[in-house]
């Protein structure tokens, strides 16, 4: 990757899709998929806007960019989100053959690694970008709903 165009770089934007959802009072997780340095798609969850449990930012964006390549597999393209995936967004992950998955924060309780999920057996995984910052955004939501 350029200097310009790095795993921060492309975390950031995931971060601003995490705020969205802040401001929503949603959970703020936010995703963005990039292929060749350039954002194809982007999302964050919308769960209690739509009333939908499957309104993951991750299932948001890969829509998008199935749309946007006009195909259901993202070979070639990277996942950057705030959270990592549960396992309804690890399967979707999976059949779509993303070949790259960037995430900020784990979740030990829910994310798929702790539900014993995979991801397809050709992509890469790379955690911890950013993670301060995505976590303080979480942890900051939840006191929040507490108080």
């Not at 955690?127 to 709903?145: D, Q, R, W």
């Amino acid at each position: 990757m350029t200097d310009t165009f790095d795993d921060v770089y492309f975390m950031k934007k995931a971060l601003q899709e995490a705020e969205a959802a802040y401001e929503k009072g949603e959970v703020p997780v936010g995703a963005v998929i990039v292929v060749d340095y350039r954002i194809i798609a982007k999302g964050h969850n919308l769960t209690e806007t739509l009333i939908d449990v499957t309104a993951h930012a991750e299932m948001q964006a890969i829509t998008s960019a199935s749309g946007f390549l006009g195909g259901k597999y993202l070979k070639g393209c990277t996942l950057y989100v705030t959270l990592e995936p549960c396992q309804m967004c690890a399967g979707a992950l999976y059949w779509s053959q993303i070949s790259r998955v960037v995430f900020a924060t784990p979740d030990p309780h829910r994310g798929y690694r702790a539900m014993g999920t995979s991801l397809h057996p050709k992509t890469q995984v790379k955690e911890g970008v950013m993670e301060e910052e995505a976590s303080a955004l979480l942890k900051k939501f939840f006191k929040e709903k507490r108080d």
